[in-house]
């Protein structure tokens, strides 16, 4: 009788759950302002302030941050199943602590790699679990719209960051002042998930019920090492998103580090690089608030393909744009931001489609776990080929890389939304 009461208090959907759902579009701002405090200025640090030559040696914090954030989005569903939502997203907060700190009083470089380790298993954690919260909060008719308000609020406060502190920067100097904005996320991210968040297992386990009982029950028992094949290669549409997410962040990875350097070789001033910085995921963030939910509507294909390449052509715009015409590079951009705003909250979608409820929180970590060692792919592979071949030729080789992903999507996934 008990468990009765308990389900129909329980409503799955947006408007029914909307004071939570903003609580965590709150917290996942606070954790894109994490990530944005790096995106201008650290790779800076290590060019201006520690001397660095080699590309591959300056991208290595966006490697380490990368490695360590994708072995946590791997356990962190599985965990958090275990131990419960809001658990998993506080211990997130509690190492994301210490890194604004590390990066504010880092003596040398191996500092800030330590400060990027503990922000991937802050990344890893908290925001998989704003991810995953916001989706059995919904249920499974709104998905698109609640990956693009969650997407869109940790990336819109990336762009915000990184323009910010670039001016900071460009008017103050490097320390200390970009630094107080990373204090002030972790302190308020750590707080509002510790005392204003609720777990949220309680809605996945009535969804569980429901798929019960609408016989939805194949594959519900699967186990870890069966989905970790199932999202990896063995299902072509899961494998499709995870490749084609793998390449998302490789070209994100890239934007992060590698044209910040592309951009100070060619004597930009530190504000103009942080302008530009912010439009990738500035105009991604925005437009995801339209693509998730038309997503819903109109499928979850017909966004990522195009949207791979278009985040290809960006690249070559900026590529083959006149060194002293900033507006080519703005250009540049701005496409690159709207390809990754096409592909972003769909490929998330696509993976919550495919996958049952009682494993999607482990298949998204999968997913999550492809789609972040793109970071270590950009960061040590394409900083290499910099190294080796000039970074003009290394970034030709990404936007080379994101066609031939489009194409595997186009290819080997099916459509995941059931459309009238």
């Known amino acids: 009788m008990s468990d009765k009461k308990d389900d129909a208090s329980i409503r799955l959907g947006l408007r029914q759950n909307i004071g939570q759902f903003a609580i965590l579009v709150a917290v996942n701002a606070f954790v894109g302002g994490m990530v944005g405090l790096e995106q201008t200025v650290v790779p800076l640090l290590g060019k201006d302030e520690f001397g660095i030559e080699s590309n591959a040696i300056i991208l290595s914090f966006i490697a380490s941050f990368g490695v360590v954030k994708a072995f946590l989005n791997l356990y962190a569903g599985a965990l958090s199943d275990k131990w419960g939502r809001k658990k998993v997203l506080v211990l997130g907060w509690l190492f994301g602590l210490p890194v604004p700190f ?35 909060l919904v249920g499974k008719e709104r998905r698109g719209l609640a990956l693009g308000l969650n997407e869109f609020a940790g990336y819109i406060s990336v762009a915000v960051v990184a323009f910010v502190t670039g001016y900071v920067a460009s008017a103050y100097g490097m320390k200390p002042y970009p630094f107080y904005f990373g204090i002030a996320f972790a302190v308020f991210g750590t707080a509002v998930s510790w005392l204003a968040v609720k777990d949220t297992k309680k809605f996945t386990d009535l969804e569980v019920k429901q798929a019960i ?57 530190v504000n103009d690089i942080g302008f530009l910085k912010a439009l990738h995921p500035g105009i991604w963030g925005i437009l995801q608030l339209a693509t998730g939910p038309l997503s819903d509507r109109t499928g979850r294909k017909v966004f990522i393909y195009p949207g791979m390449i278009l985040q290809a052509v960006g690249i070559w715009i900026v590529l083959f744009s006149d060194s002293t015409a900033l507006y080519g590079w703005i250009a540049g951009m701005s496409v690159l931001g709207i390809g990754t705003a096409l592909v972003y909250p769909t490929l998330l979608a696509a993976i919550s489609d495919v996958a049952h409820p009682r494993w999607r929180a482990t298949s998204l970590g999968v997913y999550r776990f492809w789609r972040d060692l793109g970071f270590v792919a950009g960061a040590i592979g394409i900083g290499f080929l910099a190294d080796v071949f000039g970074m003009q030729n290394a970034l030709h080789s990404v936007a080379g890389i994101a066609v031939v992903s489009g194409i595997l999507v186009f290819v080997a996934m099916r459509e995941t939304v059931s459309r009238p």
């Open 102 to 136: 590390l990066l504010l009083y880092a003596t040398d470089w191996s500092w800030v790699i330590l400060a990027n380790i503990l922000l991937g298993i802050n990344q890893g954690l908290a925001w998989s679990m704003t991810v995953n919260m916001k989706i059995d």
């Open 213 to 269: 009982e609408n016989k939805d029950t194949a594959n519900a028992n699967s186990t870890f090492r069966q989905v970790f094949i199932q999202t990896s290669w063995k299902n072509k549409t899961l494998f499709s998103a995870s490749q084609a997410g793998l390449v998302n962040n490789l070209v994100f990875g890239v934007s992060w580090g590698l044209l910040t350097l592309y951009f100070a070789s060619f004597g930009t001033s």
